[in-house]
């Protein structure tokens, strides 16, 4: 939508992907004095603390997405605060810093999009607990060859409720044509 996002990283392979999907990556001391709206998503706490919020822009917006209400230090925020006023629209409170800037809070930094709007709507939590309930089956039923690590959904667990889905949504997309199939699995071909 037009957005400049940054990316603030401690992992150098997800830091790398997303630099070179077009992303600015930086540390989060040099983003916090540059960004309008900060949205942590990374399980992690403390991941904005009080010199981040010290050297936000006025009106900067800050939530959370990531988990509970520890990933930003609001016990920070209000100490760098001189007023709070809470419910100045729906989930959002303002935080007035000394020299008159505000940040704004919101969903009181739990999972905004649990929290402020109305949620995950049904239409993605009803893949979600698909995707859950079918690769828990495919672990009971597998239990014997699998080993204790963790692994990624199978594929065709995915597929098939993407599938159900674009179904219910009244979607349809292409096929590959037998000679495309028969292109992709062959060597016959191409350079």
Request: glycine letters at 6%; charged letters at 25%.
């Amino acid at each position: 939508m037009g957005a400049i996002v940054i990316v603030t990283e401690v992992d150098p392979l997800k830091a790398i992907e997303a630099a070179m999907d077009g992303f600015s990556v930086m540390p989060i001391a040099e983003a916090a004095r540059i960004g309008d709206v900060f949205c942590t998503v990374t399980g992690n706490i403390a991941c904005i603390r009080k010199e981040h919020f010290s050297v936000m822009k006025d009106g900067a917006i800050v939530c959370n997405s990531g988990h509970f209400n520890v990933e930003l230090k609001i016990d920070d925020l209000e100490e760098i605060a001189v007023e709070v006023k809470r419910g100045v629209k729906a989930n959002v409170d303002e935080y007035i810093l000394a020299d008159g800037r505000s940040i704004n809070l919101l969903a009181e930094g739990r999972l905004v999009n649990l929290a402020a709007a109305e949620g995950h709507p049904a239409s993605v939590m009803d893949m979600s607990f698909a995707v859950q309930a079918l690769t828990t089956e495919y672990v009971v039923k597998n239990q014997k060859k699998l080993k204790p690590k963790v692994y990624n959904v199978p594929r065709d667990i995915d597929k098939w409720v993407a599938q159900l889905k674009l179904e219910s949504m009244g979607i349809n997309i292409d096929t590959l044509t037998p000679e495309q199939e028969k292109y992709l699995a062959s060597w016959e071909m191409g350079t």
